[in-house]
């Protein structure tokens, strides 16, 4: 009866029949353990048929004795079955859902930072949590159930025909409203389900929101407002629920009357045939019986293609993410050069960035040669493109025109894993995982020191962790102590320099610096900078002092290379940039 | 029963193997978790950092909690409860007629065909009682469907919005303790356990109670030794009920912690996805990941194991019933003690008696799951905000911005004070810049100030009276703190300055972004002032980012502005048109500067020097300067670094 769907949705539920082809055999027999228990269970009203026909009858009280055991042993074997299935249901069902939710969350961590910039996390989050329930509750009950009551309806109804088939026609005729219903049913419910799911994910973004900005919504008391904000969202989702237990109602209720009316025509039709000695008392007996075991599977048909649809439109959901390709990746032949073997020649040859979906480029035609060994700033006004610049280097956007070169070689012909190796970063905000410090420290690289671990922090000037609680393994972040802006700032400092890579980019790793603190950096950096290539994003005179060239960045392209007392001494523009003085800057503009 | 081992603090093997082969396909084996939490976690202060004051009491208080909870839920909808009763009678009421209907038309209704003239008197009512039936089930369930749809949503909405306003009002030490992932978890996976049951599971709780009570009844009725023999297995289903009750619940509580694991893990690491993806923290996270995830599979397993025995064990009993039933009742109807129809009519009965039985434990099991999650949310309500608002504010209407600190001591933890004694006195209009090393207390006074702690000894006082005495709302338009943290949410850039005052017309908008001098960035962004900053103010750089906040801070136009680090991420130029604007701005307002740039601090009016929580120098800037002290030397560096 699902059959009545769109095809498109139902497509993607396909889909997710690798996730249970493993399991088919477990599946296969979690269905005959099914079918053989209903059988079972089919088979007891016969029993009784024959009670009330037979030893009631002729006063046997051996043949009564011998068919009580009989009916005894079948309904054993109906709950044995019954145990083994849903035994073996909540492994095949729950592995589903966890396999799925491990290869959507690899599949994320894959996919490029464009992707994440453009969606919602609580979108993602409701699709790993909320929709992937709704799947694991289809194939552990829906799916089995819709096969398992198909099958009873199928064979409940042959055995109808055979025991007095005018009956049986009346009750295998049912059917027809049944798919009628379902296939209206499914018209509507199919938008209202989706409709749902996505605002599910909308309220997560907003609890996301506001439990991240929780420091700004206090400091404006903003409490009321974000409630306001939150009870609108949630209001949403009430009334979609509403209107679905609307949809819901009419449709089981419809259901329902189904089988209802049946036993209605049945009995009046029944006595009548008794009455004409067509059918015998016992006979009816069992027909009735017999027919009552439908009405469990009919009503719970209901549900079943409700809980099917929902399934149908979160397994969209999850495949409209499965679906983006990961456009970063290693291209064919891309090869791996060891970290050892890159000498860090880094060269920008006529590269251009644009943002998907942006309409203007943020950075045309950069020219720009780092030879090994120098260290290279970036100055540009706010927002001129310089965290865009250096967000090539390690590809986590990847250049729209043009091209990078690292020791010659196209950075995309190299593999992102031996890139990202050879490259070291820092980022204007630094981000600590709620995790220790070690582990936020290595990050990536498992495989660090105690040494290399000593010899970072001692650079990045963040000895102060062998001064919290449980040193290295003191847990920091959002759930660890709390850091203040510098300290995070020269952790995540330590993490970009540690293990020497070859090629370092800092995005303003200073910036919540003091002045002390900050020269003190300076000096250590300044060591590990003379044998590295380096690209600094700068706003501070004192860093640029850390340079051998300075590169000024404006509106999207280089408007000139030089020292800083060159540039100082020739440019307008970088003085501007660069001066502490107002009324350069006034000049300026 | 085989239950795997959720112990978190489970010793495994540590950094370095390899878990990015995926387990055997298929594999239900329940591998044990490799990952070391503690390790890769790290410690903290307190092991139950995360959990609610009430979680970490008793259980039974944490049942008690959630009790009342779900009866102040439910209290507001009382009258429509009892229509939704009355449409379950109904609808069981007629569903119950069907059976006893064939009883009739079996022994009443067919002997009068059996004989000439035939009679179909009996049979035609029985068709018109059955058709009768058929329309109030339908009316009935229709009817239920949606009532209990519109009140279990009720339900859920003003649930949301407790948890959502109770959250926002603890203070942000909770929040930095229970971390944001748990939030999340809290709102949507637990929300989604409670709205599973509302969906369906009330509906057939109540009416498979109902009709098994009925049916009991019934049967009672109809003959009584053949019901006391139905009933004789009873015992047993009430102790496998109870042992399953208990299991349970301990099994869904366990179910609760683990989603919320996942959650947790998954939100930071979509969240530092940059990091993650520079550093190839990749691989790693995968083995977290799959810990995490596998925990809550394991914890999933543990529940649905229960019920795979509970469920067929109660069909268990309702099939010897049956085969009982029969084999006496045959044996009674052979001896003439009873009638054809009333074995049949019992036979059909028990099928209603022993099947909703079945529904029963299917919901009873989402119950139990909504049970744990809603322990959960009872726990986040019932957590005392640390920083409460007072019963009765004292009013503040003109707040002129007079800060005093009296006697203040503050701690985060007990054995590390930050603020060992601390006497302060702002006056209104004051601009006062705080200087000093990290951890000497300089955000932790203007985290005092506005309020986001209570001092540990001693009272912080706006105008004379004591913060804690002011309402959040009179409180909050006094103070506003600016932070380098910079958090923008998602929506336009308008409606993110306009979260400083959301009264704010468009133009008072722009007049803030235009004194702050951030105009000119936004008009240049593709769509100016409607651009969408997208999640956390992506597509704006840090500094854009700074510019929005300081606007935002300028048209919320507090008595007192508390600048913390706020100018770190500017570039020269912008720094120096927000210090001109800022010249202004505070000129009439009480402000607190946090800066590491000295040239920050230049335009206030007064300094403090600050080391290990106590005043070492105060002063105007240039008397410090001269004075030869901390600042001078401090000074002196910066003008150095400048060259």
Redesign the interface.
């Known amino acids: 009866m699902v059959t009545a769907s769109p095809t498109r949705p139902m497509s993607n539920l396909w889909r997710m029949r690798s996730y249970i082809r493993?399991?088919l055999w477990?599946m296969f027999w979690m269905l005959l353990t099914a079918a053989v228990g209903t059988a079972a269970g089919i088979a007891?009203?016969l029993?009784?048929q024959h009670?009330?026909d037979g030893?009631?009858r002729h006063?046997q009280?051996a043949g009564?004795?011998l068919?009580?055991?009989l009916?005894?042993l079948?309904?054993?074997i109906?709950?044995?079955l019954?145990?083994i299935r849903?035994?073996?249901?909540?492994?095949?069902?729950?592995?589903t859902?966890?396999?799925i939710?491990?290869d959507l969350?690899?599949h994320?961590?894959?996919l490029p930072?464009a992707f994440?910039?453009?969606?919602?996390?609580?979108q993602?989050?409701?699709r790993?949590?909320?929709d992937l329930?709704v799947i694991r509750r289809f194939v552990s009950f829906g799916l089995i159930f819709l096969v398992v009551n198909s099958a009873t309806y199928v064979t409940v109804t042959a055995l109808l025909l055979h025991l007095y088939w005018p009956l049986g026609l009346v009750v295998a005729v049912s059917a027809i409203p049944l798919f009628l219903f379902s296939k209206r049913f499914t018209h509507h419910y199919l938008k209202t389900s989706r409709l749902q799911q996505d605002q599910?994910g909308d309220?997560?973004?907003l609890?996301?929101?506001?439990?991240?900005?929780?420091?700004?919504?206090?400091?404006?008391?903003?409490?009321?407002?974000?409630?306001r904000r939150?009870?609108h969202a949630?209001?949403q989702?009430?009334d979609t629920?509403?209107a679905?237990?609307?949809l819901?109602?009419?449709t089981?209720?419809?259901f329902?009357?189904v089988p209802?009316?049946t036993?209605?025509i049945v009995?009046?039709g029944?006595?009548?045939a008794?009455?004409t000695g067509a059918l015998t008392?016992g006979g009816?007996?069992a027909f009735?019986?017999l027919q009552?075991?439908l009405v469990?599977p009919i009503d719970s048909l209901g549900?079943i293609i409700a809980n099917g649809q929902e399934a149908m439109t979160a397994a969209d959901r999850v495949y409209e993410v499965f679906d983006q390709r990961p456009s970063i990746v290693d291209r064919p032949g891309a090869v791996a050069v060891p970290r050892k073997e890159i000498a860090g020649r880094l060269r920008f040859e006529g590269v251009g960035f644009r943002y998907p979906g942006?309409?203007?480029p943020v950075l045309h035609r950069i020219d720009l040669t780092v030879e090994p060994g120098e260290t290279m700033a970036i100055v540009?006004?706010?927002?001129s493109g310089?965290?865009s610049l250096v967000s090539l280097v390690?590809r986590?956007y990847d250049v729209t025109a043009g091209r990078i070169t690292l020791d010659g070689r196209d950075i995309r012909d190299l593999t992102l894993?031996s890139l990202?190796?050879a490259?070291g970063?820092a980022?204007?905000?630094a981000?600590l995982?709620?995790?220790?410090?070690?582990?936020n420290l290595t990050?990536?690289?498992?495989?660090a020191t105690d040494e290399e671990i000593a010899e970072a922090l001692a650079i990045a000037q963040a000895e102060?962790v062998h001064d919290l609680?449980?040193g290295l393994?003191?847990?920091?972040?959002?759930?660890?102590?709390?850091l203040?802006?510098?300290?995070r700032q020269r952790l995540a400092l330590a993490?970009a320099v540690l293990g020497k890579p070859r090629v370092l980019v800092l995005d303003?790793p200073l910036?919540?610096?003091?002045?002390?603190?900050?020269?003190l950096v300076e000096e250590a950096l300044a060591r590990v900078l003379r044998g590295t290539t380096a690209l600094i994003v700068v706003?501070?005179?004192?860093t640029v002092a850390l340079a051998d060239r300075v590169a000024l960045l404006a509106d999207g392209e280089i408007a000139a290379v030089g020292t800083h007392s060159e540039l100082l001494a020739t440019v307008p523009e970088y003085r501007?940039?660069?001066?502490?003085s107002?009324d350069l800057?006034e000049a300026?503009? | 029963m085989k239950r795997p081992d959720r112990s978190r603090r489970r010793r495994g093997s540590r950094?370095?193997r390899s878990w990015t082969a995926?387990p055997p396909?298929?594999?239900?084996n329940v591998q044990d978790l490799a990952i070391d939490v503690d390790?890769?976690?790290?410690?903290?202060?307190e092991e139950d950092?995360?959990r609610t004051a009430a979680e970490r009491g008793s259980p039974v208080r944490l049942r008690e909690g959630s009790r009342a909870l779900l009866g102040s839920l439910v209290r507001p909808h009382r009258r429509a409860l009892l229509w939704i009763v009355v449409l379950l009678l109904l609808q069981s009421g007629a569903?119950m007629a069907?059976?006893y209907?064939?009883k009739l038309?079996?022994d009443n209704?067919?002997p009068p065909?059996?004989h000439q003239p035939?009679n179909y008197d009996v049979?035609?009512a029985?068709?018109i009682a059955?058709?009768v039936?058929?329309v109030a089930?339908?009316?009935g369930?229709?009817?239920?469907?949606?009532l209990?749809?519109?009140v279990?949503?009720?339900i859920?909405?003003d649930l949301?919005?407790r948890v959502?306003?109770h959250?926002?009002?603890l203070s942000?030490g909770f929040?930095?303790?229970?971390?944001?992932?748990r939030?999340?978890s809290r709102?949507?996976?637990d929300m989604?356990s409670i709205?599973?049951l509302l969906d369906?599971g009330v509906e057939d709780l109540v009416l498979s109670l109902l009709s098994v009570f009925s049916v009991a009844v019934v049967l009672l009725w109809l003959d009584v030794p053949l019901a006391l023999v139905s009933l004789v297995l009873f015992p047993v289903l009430a102790g496998l009920t109870r042992w399953f009750q208990r299991s349970s619940a301990i099994a869904y509580r366990h179910t609760r912690e683990a989603?919320a694991l996942?959650?947790?893990h998954?939100?930071?690491?979509?969240?530092?996805?940059?990091?993650?993806?520079?550093?190839?923290?990749?691989?790693?996270?995968?083995e977290i990941?799959?810990a995490v995830?596998?925990n809550?599979?394991n914890a999933?397993?543990a529940a649905?194991?229960l019920?795979?025995?509970f469920?067929?064990?109660i069909?268990?009993i309702?099939?010897?019933t049956?085969?009982?039933v029969?084999?006496y009742g045959?044996?009674r109807?052979?001896h003439g003690e009873t009638q054809?129809g009333v074995?049949?009519a019992f036979?059909?009965y028990l099928?209603k008696f022993f099947?909703p039985m079945q529904d029963l434990s299917q919901f009873y099991n989402s119950l139990q799951s909504a049970t744990a999650a809603l322990e959960k949310l009872s726990g986040v309500i019932d957590e005392p905000p640390a920083v409460p608002e007072p019963a009765r504010p004292t009013p503040l209407p003109d707040a002129r911005g007079a800060i005093d600190f009296t006697g203040v001591t503050f701690a985060y933890r007990a054995d590390r004070p930050v603020l060992p004694e601390l006497d302060l006195h702002i006056p209104a209009g004051q601009t006062l810049a705080l200087v000093g090393?990290?951890?000497a207390g300089k955000?932790t006074i203007a985290k005092l100030v506005?309020r986001?702690y209570d001092p540990t000894e001693g009272t912080v006082r706006l105008d004379g009276v004591d913060v804690r005495d002011l309402s959040?709302?009179a409180?909050?338009?006094a103070?506003?703190?600016?932070?380098?943290?910079n958090?923008l949410?998602?929506g336009t850039v308008a409606d993110n300055i306009r979260?400083?005052r959301?009264s704010a017309t468009g133009d008072e908008v722009v007049a803030a972004a235009q004194a702050i001098g951030a105009d000119e960035?936004i008009r240049?962004l593709?769509e100016g002032y409607d651009t969408d900053v997208?999640?956390?103010g992506?597509?704006?750089?840090?500094?854009?980012r700074q510019?929005v906040a300081f606007a935002?801070?300028f048209l919320?136009d507090p008595a007192v502005l508390?600048l913390d680090?706020a100018t770190?991420?500017?570039?020269?130029?912008?720094e120096?048109l927000v210090q001109?604007a800022l010249r202004t701005i505070l000129a009439e307002r009480t402000a607190i500067v946090i800066a590491?740039?000295?040239?920050t601090v230049e335009i206030a009016d007064r300094v403090l020097v600050l080391d290990g929580g106590r005043i070492v120098e105060d002063g105007p800037p240039a008397e410090l300067i001269s004075g030869g002290g901390r600042y001078a030397t401090?000074h002196q560096?910066?003008e150095d670094?400048?060259?």
């Open positions: 493993p399991r477990t007891v009203p029993v009784v009670v009330v030893p009631v006063h009280l009564l004795l068919l009580g055991g009916a005894l079948l309904g054993a109906e709950a044995g019954a145990f849903r035994w073996t249901q909540s492994a095949v069902a729950l592995d859902e966890y396999e939710r491990r969350y690899t994320l961590q894959r930072i994440h910039d453009r969606w919602q996390s609580g993602l989050l409701s790993l949590t909320t329930g599910q309220v997560a973004t609890v996301e929101e506001s439990a991240q900005g929780i420091r700004v919504i206090k400091s404006f008391g903003r409490r009321r407002h974000m409630g939150f009870e949630a209001g989702l009430h629920g509403v679905k237990a609307r819901l109602a009419r089981w209720a419809e329902d009357t209802n009316v036993l209605a009995l009046v029944g006595a009548y008794v009455a008392v009816l007996v009735v019986s009552l075991m469990w549900w942006a309409a203007q540009g006004v706010t927002g310089k965290t390690p986590l894993h990202r190796d490259v970063m980022f204007e905000e981000t995982f709620s995790m220790s410090v070690r582990e990050l990536g690289r498992a495989d102060f609680p449980w393994e003191t847990r920091v972040g959002e759930q660890g102590l709390s203040s802006g510098g300290q993490r303003d910036s919540a610096l003091d002045v002390y603190t900050e020269a706003h501070r005179p004192s501007a940039v660069l001066s502490a107002a800057s300026a503009r | 950094l370095g995926a396909a298929g594999g239900t390790t890769w976690r790290g410690r903290a202060a950092a995360e569903e069907g059976p209907l064939v038309g079996i209704g067919i065909l059996l035939r049979l035609i029985v068709g059955f058709g039936a058929t089930a339908y009316l369930k229709r009817g239920f469907v949606t209990s749809g519109r279990g949503q009720a859920l909405f949301r919005n959502y306003r959250f926002q009002r942000v929040h930095e303790r229970y971390t944001s992932g939030m999340i709102l949507t996976s989604d709205s599973e369906g989603v996942v959650i947790v998954f939100v930071e690491s979509m969240g530092g996805i940059r990091a993650v993806q520079a550093f190839r923290r990749e691989p790693r996270n995968e990941f799959e995830n596998r809550y599979r999933n397993v649905w194991r019920i795979a025995v469920s067929p064990g069909k268990l309702g099939n010897v049956i085969a009982i029969l084999t045959g044996y109807v052979m054809v074995l049949a036979l059909l099928r099947d090393a990290t951890g955000t506005s986001f959040d709302e409180l909050r338009r103070v506003v703190m600016v932070t380098q943290e958090y949410f998602s979260f400083g959301p960035f240049s593709p997208r999640k956390r992506g597509r704006l750089s840090a500094g854009q510019l935002r801070a919320a508390i680090e770190s991420s500017l570039d020269i130029p912008s120096r001109r590491h740039r000295l040239s401090l560096q910066w670094s400048l060259v």
